[in-house]
């Protein structure tokens, strides 16, 4: 996953539903020192009982934000959708160093 | 002592020695009738050693899957564990760094050193707490084999021993066919797993990478002093000062304890969300504490119950005893009236 050009993640989910799964997986793909070169990450774990949909929300550095159904989507459908945006992000940079 | 392999070599110069014009056959004849004669007299030497063929030695018992692999001594490894350790704290680590998982084991050591309760126990207690990363697959299969498997209902086979002789033998251990047979039915749906098993409400933890917090005891002094380290919220789990531990406030630390969520525990075979593990942690005073609590509500129960089992037998004694009061002011006043009369 290019994860260069995000900015921020918010996250919340209960680690006790099986749908959180990939909100999970998504917070594990995020490198060791996002935090330290300028991402923010915030998480929220819901209690047990709550049936409220897990949340992930994606920010970039040209201000795009996603808001990624992290409930019914899996990790690589996450991780394809997250990617198409960072590719032209990725793209723009390498022209504009060019 | 004649060669254990078939000195092909010799044989070859023998053979080749005796008919020099067909080396090819020589070279595919067995050997020659020395040798295998020789062969044959160390054969009958290793007969009178030799064990039963379906001799299996106690000490290693047979298994369904082979059973020297890393990934069959982890399953027994986390059994054990599963069995053992009433306090498992589970915890998502997000790409913690080598250094980060050094400087978090180091304060959280710390931490629960410091815990100050009386006696050995505790440092015992302080020197056995870790923070281990699990392999989450072979975990759930411990889970399921700790939850699942009854091992005192296989049925013992016979085996034979060194001497030939034949014995009743239970194979029940963990990675015994039993086994195996106990965790497949319920992996492939022939065994239903009830909602309120404990393997269905933390299997849906054990996805991604887990780290797992165990305590050989249950001791809410050291779980709290745990949850401060590892998942310190404020009111009542503070996290240390900068003064009492710098190490604590230092980045690598900081990071590191950023990317560890607490998701869940399996406390005494139940499982418990956030909110459980820090009402676990909260308990004052350990379990002497709740013990106490419950002997003065049964204490002030009991009270109770005897002054309302006493109070009906009270108030008929008052009654009888104003019933009799009464009843001897009018034979008293009889008695007055009669000896009025007489004056």
């Keep these: 996953m290019i994860t260069r050009f995000i900015t921020e993640v918010q996250t919340a989910f209960n680690p006790f539903s099986p749908r959180a799964k990939s909100a999970r997986l998504f917070l594990s793909f995020l490198p060791p020192n996002a935090r330290s070169s300028g991402m923010s990450i915030t ?56 | 002592m004649p060669p254990r392999l078939r000195c092909t070599a010799s044989a ?5 020695a005796v008919k020099p014009s067909r080396p090819s056959a020589a070279l595919l004849r067995p050997a020659t009738p020395a040798v295998t004669s020789a062969a044959r007299q160390y054969a009958t030497v290793s007969r009178g050693l030799s064990l039963p063929d379906d001799y299996v030695p106690p000490t290693k018992p047979p298994t369904a899957r082979p059973g020297e692999t890393r990934k069959a001594q982890l399953l027994r490894t986390y059994t054990s564990l599963l069995r053992t350790t009433p306090v498992i704290l589970l915890f998502q680590h997000n790409n913690l760094t080598a250094e980060e998982w050094i400087a978090v084991r180091r304060e959280l050591k710390a931490g629960i050193a410091a815990v100050a309760t009386t006696g050995d126990a505790s440092a015992d207690l302080a020197s056995k707490a870790q923070l281990q990363v699990l392999r989450t697959s072979i975990f759930d299969v411990a889970l399921k084999l700790v939850e699942f498997y009854d091992p005192s209902k296989v049925q013992p086979t016979s085996a034979p021993t060194a001497t ?10 963990d990675l015994s066919k039993a086994a195996w047979k106990a965790v497949r039915g319920v992996t492939m749906g022939e065994t239903k797993i009830p909602e309120t098993s404990t393997y269905a409400q933390l299997s849906p933890l054990l996805v991604g990478p ?14 709290a002093a745990a949850l401060s ?39 005494e075979d139940k499982a418990f969300d956030m909110e459980g593990v820090k009402w676990v942690g909260g308990i004052e005073n350990g379990l002497d504490g709740l013990r106490a609590q419950l002997v003065h509500m049964l204490q002030s129960a009991g009270m109770g119950l005897t002054s309302t089992l006493e109070g009906a037998g009270k108030s008929l004694w008052l009654t009888m005893e104003s019933r009799r009061s009464v009843l001897e002011e009018e034979q008293n006043g009889g008695k007055t009236e009669e000896k009025k009369a007489e004056a």
């Design chain 2, 164 to 173: 030939g002789k034949r014995v009743k033998v239970t194979y029940n251990h």
């Design chain 2, 12 to 16: 070859r110069g023998l053979t080749a």
């Design chain 2, 229 to 267: 380290i590892l998942a310190p919220s404020p009111p009542k789990f503070p996290a240390p000062t900068r003064k009492k531990s710098p190490g604590y406030h230092e980045p690598i630390t900081q990071s590191a304890l950023q990317k560890l969520l607490l998701i869940g525990a399996r406390i």
């Design chain 1, 43 to 98: 998480t929220r774990l819901l209690p047990r009982a709550s049936d409220a949909p897990s949340k992930l929300y994606v920010k970039f550095r040209d201000g795009k934000e996603l808001n990624i159904d992290a409930d019914n989507m899996g990790i690589k459908s996450i991780i394809e959708e997250v990617d198409r945006h960072s590719r032209i992000l990725q793209k723009a940079d390498d022209l504009a160093a060019a």
């Design chain 2, 210 to 223: 887990v780290a797992a917090f165990t305590l050989p005891a249950v001791s809410p002094q050291h779980l």
